[in-house]
């Protein structure tokens, strides 16, 4: 079967735009959820497995995110320099003010000490921007890499046939399947380097959708995959941390095979879904998608206000039986971070620092 582009780019991006807010809304849980995680062994087992549960079922986010990316760009033909202009420019700027806002929380949270001295303040900053000044943060700096690539990358997708583009998929996959602790042995010496990282999930977000399916190939047989796969990560992690008395998260892993297949098949769900919305609904929707990714700088911060103990406010997983707290403390920081970026927005030359 075919690759097909549509030539409707509203078809194409309507279930796109639900996916993005479904991922971007996973994301939040996993944070939410991984304080719970972290406490493995201190916390009653009733508690984390709702943790482990949440964790598991959320772990589609980014790969999911990364997935979008390849499905709107790389069919493309770019030119390098504009390319790169309009791309990183959209990141650069946002990224760079929420990073100088983590810098300022960690300095108001003590983690961090200014002094008189302007150049040692300076290189303080500077290491922050090198490394990450927040932990969510690790993501733009991969996304950054992946705009680097995406030019020729995409040139290749556009020109490949589809024997080409499974190949480099399945040796993606292969690689890293060798990566794997459980099958390092078999890592040969041969450099398989080269088919490693993120870079995968853009071809493959692209492959998965334009690929024409055969008609077998269904919401039910998709759906009966996530939920198999959602189980091995969720049951694997639990056994994992009884046998070795510890916590491990091998199976939440973004570049590990459980996580492709998950990722995988909540893409194609999506795709092969089609929801009726009301008009309002749907622009309500695309709405909140085009706030997306000021959402996912911002959410951390806001995560971390409104779970501190000093605000009276205790919005986190131990607000009542993780259950309901979990799903409840993400939709309360989600919402509050769409309404800040919005706020933040119609402040003169907020935009580019909130969308």
């Not at 493995?40 to 079922?57: A, K, M, T």
């Not at 921007?129 to 733009?140: D, F, I, N, T």
């Not at 919401?219 to 796969?229: N, P, S, V």
């Not at 892993?253 to 998950?262: M, N, Q």
Request: a positive charge; charged letters at 10%; glycine letters at 6%.
């Amino acid at each position: 079967m075919a690759l097909i582009i549509p030539q409707n780019k509203s078809q194409n991006l309507d279930w796109i735009n639900s996916l993005r807010v479904i991922a971007m809304f996973m994301v939040v849980i996993i944070h939410t959820s991984s304080p719970l995680i972290m406490g493995y062994g201190r916390v009653p087992v009733s508690q984390w497995i709702w943790g482990d549960f949440y964790n598991g079922l959320a772990r589609f986010g980014v790969p999911v995110f990364v997935m979008i990316t390849g499905a709107l760009l790389l069919h493309r033909d770019y030119e390098i320099g504009d390319f790169l202009k309009k791309r990183l420019g959209r990141i650069i700027a946002p990224f760079l003010f929420w990073s100088l806002v983590y810098v300022a929380y960690a300095w108001y949270n003590e983690d961090i000490t200014f002094t008189p001295d302007i150049w040692a303040d300076t290189k303080i900053v500077l290491h922050q921007l090198k490394y990450g000044s927040y932990y969510h943060l690790w993501y733009v700096y991969m996304l950054l890499g992946l705009y680097f690539v995406i030019p020729v990358l995409a040139k290749f997708v556009r020109n490949a046939t589809e024997k080409e583009i499974v190949y480099f998929l399945l040796l993606w996959l292969a690689v890293m399947l060798l990566a794997q602790p459980y099958l390092s042995r078999f890592n040969p010496q041969v450099d398989l380097h080269y088919f490693t990282g993120y870079i995968g999930y853009l071809v493959l977000g692209h492959y998965l959708a334009f690929k024409e399916f055969p008609k077998w190939v269904n919401r039910f047989w998709i759906g009966l995959i996530f939920l198999l796969t959602l189980t091995i990560i969720v049951a694997g992690t639990y056994f994992m941390c009884v046998s070795t008395k510890a916590l491990s998260t091998l199976f939440y892993e973004p570049l590990s095979p459980a996580i492709v297949l998950l990722s995988s098949s909540v893409f194609l769900l999506a795709r092969f879904t089609t929801v009726k919305m009301s008009p309002w609904f749907k622009k309500a929707r695309d709405f909140v998608s085009a706030y997306t990714f000021g959402i996912y700088l911002s959410h951390a911060l806001l995560l971390d206000f409104i779970g501190d103990p000093d605000n009276n406010l205790n919005i986190n997983w131990q607000l009542c039986n993780p259950a309901i707290s979990i799903p409840v403390t993400a939709i309360v920081c989600f919402v509050l971070s769409f309404l800040l970026v919005y706020i933040i927005s119609k402040i003169p030359l907020g935009k580019w620092v909130a969308m």
